[in-house]
């Protein structure tokens, strides 16, 4: 069973992985975010995109 996840957790673990991660794919940070939170690797890659990647 998949625990929920919050933004702020997947937000802030993206941004602790991406500033210390030099070179690692988005991939490679959400696979390491949803092991870590036990959570849906898939829902965690999209929450990333929408929250970091899109034009508002």
Known sequence: ???K???EAVLGLYDLHNDSE????LD????????SLE???DSVRELI????????
Do not use: H, L, P, Y
């Open 49 to 56: 995109i929408k929250e970091r990647f899109s034009t508002r």
């Open 5 to 7: 996840i919050t933004r």
């Open 28 to 35: 490679w940070i959400a696979n390491v975010i949803a092991d």
């Open 22 to 25: 030099a070179g690692k794919s």
């Open 1 to 3: 069973m998949q625990k």
């Open 39 to 41: 959570a849906d690797v």
